[in-house]
């Protein structure tokens, strides 16, 4: 694999050969070295996949924090959760929707995404203003960029009809763009962008303990039996394996599940 790093000290790069776990390693040591520079007690990766990325944040971050990893697939959140266990980092980790997260309004400090928005153009708003919900203070978007890419990138990104027109969907919403330029690592014919947004109403810190939120309604789950529950929605999310499954077609309608 070959790999294009931003030297940052002009307009030229270095092609560094690299296997798939170094790139990821080495991507996952530049975002540490952004996130460093934030005021930050909670963490949410949406899209954690098997956790590779985030764990080796955290690793370089060498501070505990609250941290927590929504994916829709439970078989990657099983491979997360032994890869989590092997490395000694701990994680919270839950099925999940991008487009309905399963936290409280403002509820986690610094959110981010690696590679996770990318297939879903057209609902590129959705999904960003569905993360600032959650956000209380920043949002990191690390994504194929068409506005920055190169002539390979852009052909790719109109093969696979991935995302365009990220950019311009930002300068419409009601936030603040710190920063919006070239990650420090990608490949030739996937240049990505790393986007800091910022909150423009950024929220007080969250002092108790965070919760799970019901999908549907974003009301605090009870736990009971095992399981969690939302006693609004009288919807009953099942844990299997330690991992929560907070997804709305999951969702199982149980009004009197707490008298049981």
């Known amino acids: 694999m070959y790999l294009c790093k931003n030297d940052k000290m002009g307009e030229t790069y270095q092609r560094i050969e690299l296997t798939p776990g170094e790139f990821s390693r080495l991507a996952a040591k530049c975002l540490a070295a952004v996130m460093k520079n934030m005021e930050f007690e909670s963490l949410l990766e949406v899209g954690v996949g098997e956790a590779t990325t985030l764990c080796d944040i955290l690793l370089n971050l060498q501070k505990e924090k609250n941290v927590y990893g929504i994916e829709l697939s439970l078989s990657r959140l099983y491979y997360a959760q032994k890869f989590a266990k092997q ?46 919900r959650v956000s209380s203070r920043y949002l990191i978007l690390v994504e194929p960029t068409y506005e920055l890419g190169n002539e390979e990138t852009k052909r790719r990104i109109d093969e696979q009809y991935y995302i365009k027109n990220l950019q ?93």
């Open 168 to 260: 311009e969907t930002l300068e419409k919403m009601d936030v603040r763009i710190l920063e919006y330029r070239l990650f420090d690592v990608f490949t030739q014919n996937n240049n990505s962008a790393i986007i800091i947004l910022e909150k423009m109403d950024k929220a007080e810190k969250k002092m108790e303990k965070l919760f799970y939120a019901c999908p549907v309604c974003k009301k605090k789950l009870a736990e009971h039996k095992g399981n969690l529950y939302c006693d609004d929605c009288f919807n009953l999310y099942p844990v299997i394996g330690r991992i929560p499954v907070l997804l709305k077609d999951n969702a199982i309608l149980c009004s009197k599940y707490l008298e049981f």
């Open 87 to 132: 490395k000694g980092v701990a994680v919270h980790l839950a099925a999940g929707d991008m487009f309905s997260l399963p936290f409280e309004d403002n509820s986690i400090d610094l959110v981010f995404t690696y590679y996770c928005i990318d297939a879903h153009r057209g609902k590129e708003r959705q999904a960003v203003e569905e993360m600032l």
